[in-house]
């Protein structure tokens, strides 16, 4: 709630930029008239759009969400050489397994991030969320210590997730 | 050498397409063959930009984000059709 | 041959390679859990790789920056793991499968339950 209330011209200042940018993008141009319209639907649409939305955990560290971005992209290339690895490599020295990850954070953003995190990292597929939000459980393409696997999500994505959202 | 290149990976990524169709037909299970189905999306994505490059026109940038587009929205209607048996409930 | 045209060919083979591992990985891979790795990382990067080169070839050649592609990279950055998450959600409720060497199926278990006590909800 406290967005919506605080700028009344503006319910979603990070939608707008988006709208903006997507709009700029879609026309690949910085022409002066596509400029104006895409300023006109970043203003029109959050404001139509306004009442529908569900009040979410506002980014409270913009600096370390960027460098949270910016780790998960590396993290994404190191993940897809390792699985190339293991998929070209011979398939009886792969041990899959379940594990379930105890979670911290509560609301769903945070937690939709984490589990599309952990989707796109290295060997592990987010399947299921208990119903009590308390447990992620996910698949793992090489399961060698379950412990240590759970420790680096928690360490590496979950407390920055954490800390961004001020939660 | 662009050219080379382009008719090669070209190649490779039908041969990709050609493995996916395979599991798509063969695969065991239904979310087998969605899955199938969802990396035919993106493999189709691939080659339609890949023929972009090879036309050197920007055109082809729409049909790939439509596709793009549906194969999630698709992607997602099937899974929630085996998960409920329903679509829109 | 200028340093444009061949750091696009570099893009564009990396791009071909990781989507064919993708596919190679999903018909040879034994279990549908295992096979979801590979096109939701290889598939998903091999497009990206695909997508940057696209980016830098009309960028040199309009003499513009032309970089409406990374709409589809952040778009399918941000739907893989959706998607996959929705199947493997379907895979557990069709009880697909596992290989036998699968390791925690008690966590697959529980979380296969919970998936059926959200099923005994829907009331068609």
Known sequence: MENTRRFRFLPMPMHSVLLFMVWLLLNNTLALGHLLLAAFLALAIPLLVAPLQHTQPSVRRPL??????????????????????????????????????????????????????ISLTPGTVS????????????????????????????????????????? | MLNFVLVL????????????????????????????????????????????????????????????????????????????????E | MDWIEIITAVFILIGGLFTLIGSIGLSRLPDFYMRLHAPTKATTLGLGALLLASMIHFTSLRGYFSIHELLITF????????????????????????????????????????????????QP
Request: proline content about 4%; glycine content about 6%.
């Open chain 1, 127 to 167: 399947c299921e969320l208990s119903k009590d939000r308390r447990f992620l459980y996910i698949h793992a393409l090489n399961l060698v210590d379950e412990e240590e696997l759970i420790t680096t999500i928690k360490e590496r994505y979950e407390a920055p997730l954490k800390e961004i959202f001020g939660c």
């Open chain 3, 75 to 122: 778009f399918l950055l941000i739907t893989a793991p959706v998607s996959a998450h929705m199947m493997a959600k379907a895979g557990l409720h069709v009880k697909t499968r596992v290989e036998d060497s699968t390791r925690g199926l008690e966590v697959r278990d529980a979380a296969k339950r919970r998936n059926e006590e959200n099923a005994d909800d829907y």
């Open chain 2, 9 to 88: 990976v070209s190649a490779l990524v039908s041969i990709a397409l050609i493995l996916n169709l395979w599991r798509m037909i063969q695969g065991p299970g239904m979310a087998d063959r969605f899955l199938a189905l969802d990396t035919m999306y993106i493999n189709s994505i691939a080659l339609i930009i890949l023929y972009g490059i090879h036309m050197g026109s920007p055109l082809y940038f729409e049909g790939a984000l439509l596709i793009a587009l549906l194969g999630f929205v698709s992607t997602a209607a099937l899974s929630k059709y085996l998960l409920r048996g329903d679509i829109i």
């Open chain 1, 64 to 117: 370390l969400a960027v460098k949270q971005v910016l780790l998960v992209l590396g993290d994404i290339v190191k993940a897809n050489i390792e699985v190339a690895i293991l998929v070209m490599g011979p398939l009886s020295r792969m041990k899959p397994g379940f594990v379930a990850v105890p979670l911290d954070i509560e609301r769903e953003l945070p937690i939709t991030l984490l589990a599309s995190t």
